[in-house]
Structure formats: C-alpha cells, structure tokens
C-alpha cells in the first residue's frame, strides 16, 4: 500500500470514528464504533490495491450514512409525535413535513435521513 492510500485509510478511519461520537444514542455510537474498529482490523492486512479501494470506497458511503444519520434525530421521536396525533387525513404529510424539518437544511433534499 503506498503511503498516500495508508495516509488516506486513516483520515477515514478517524473522520468514521469522530462521526460516530456525534449520535445522541449510546447504543447507536458504540455500536458503529465497534464495527469501525472491528472492520478496519478485519482488513488491515489487505494488500490488493484494487481491494483497498474498494473498500475506502464503501467506508466513504457509510461516512455519509453516519453523517447523515447523526444529523438527524432519531425515528422514534418522529414516529411518538406522529402517533400522539389525532386521527386525521392529514397524518402521511404531518410525518413526512416533520421528519424534512427536523433534518438539516444539508439532508432536508430527502424525505428521509
């Protein structure tokens, strides 16, 4: 592995690890923290560049993901206030205006984060 993909893997590592600290849920944060650190053991003795790159690739995605999702507050919180409604047509549009407003402007482009 050349220096610059070595270099490049531990950015990402602590850019997925730092990231995971941002969730609210301890379960939530430990758990993504056990699976970085398990995943990047489980691969640290790849040397096919080509597997390599496939493989930050893929990390980048759920870098994304975590982003996304730690910005994001929890669906259960979405899901008790869409309950705690009374029974109107309008429940499908209060879930999906709730859920757009508490995202970030960054994610609100999605329905869902």
Do not use: G, H, W
């Amino acid at each position: 592995m050349a220096a610059s993909s070595r270099a490049q893997v531990l950015r990402l590592y602590r850019a997925l690890l730092r990231e995971s600290q941002r969730f609210s849920s301890y379960n939530y944060r430990t758990y993504a923290i056990r699976r970085i650190r398990d995943a990047f053991r489980e691969n640290k003795s790849i040397k096919d560049s080509e597997k390599i790159e496939e493989l930050v690739n893929k990390a980048k995605a759920n870098l994304e993901v975590i982003r996304r999702q730690a910005e994001c507050p929890s669906l259960q919180e979405v899901i008790d206030s869409f309950i705690s409604l009374p029974c109107t047509e309008s429940y499908m549009t209060f879930f999906v205006v709730k859920r757009m407003a508490l995202c970030s402007p960054m994610t609100s482009q999605y329905l869902a984060c």
